[in-house]
């Protein structure tokens, strides 16, 4: 069981910028991918972005392109998600999960495509 603890949510103007960060005591190694997602009042929780464990790669939905940027540090198996020019729209609550599918070459955006999900973090945008 992988336990996920996202943080750095908080209440800010618009413009303004954010970094979250989702933590875990221990990745299993059949963790290829972690994702970013938010979920607004009265809305699906949707996709932002994905980033493969162990090579790299970066997938965002266009919605955030050239605004959300994810990255990691393995060595503390931390993954953030850096948030410019925020907008109301991007209010939220914050979520990452962890999957524990087979590498298939990419990482989704999808809920199906993940397993492990933290609590959330609040982001504020006015």
């Known amino acids: 069981h992988v336990q996920l603890v996202e943080s750095g949510g908080g209440s800010v103007q618009t413009e303004g910028s954010l970094r979250l960060s989702c933590a875990a005591s221990v990745y299993p190694y059949s963790t290829n991918c972690i994702g970013w997602f938010r979920q607004a009042p009265g809305k699906e929780r949707e996709g932002v972005a994905s980033?493969?464990?162990?090579?790299?790669?970066?997938y965002y939905a266009d919605s955030v392109k050239g605004r959300f940027t994810i990255s990691r540090d393995n060595a503390k198996n931390t993954v953030y998600l850096q948030i410019n020019k925020l907008k109301p729209e991007d209010t939220a609550m914050y979520y990452c999960?962890?999957?524990?599918?087979?590498?298939?070459?990419?990482?989704?955006?999808?809920?199906?495509?993940?397993?492990?999900w933290g609590q959330g973090t609040q982001v504020t945008v006015s």
């Open positions: 980033i493969a464990f162990r090579g790299g790669s970066t």
């Open positions: 999960a962890a999957d524990r599918r087979p590498w298939v070459g990419w990482c989704g955006l999808g809920l199906a495509d993940f397993s492990y």
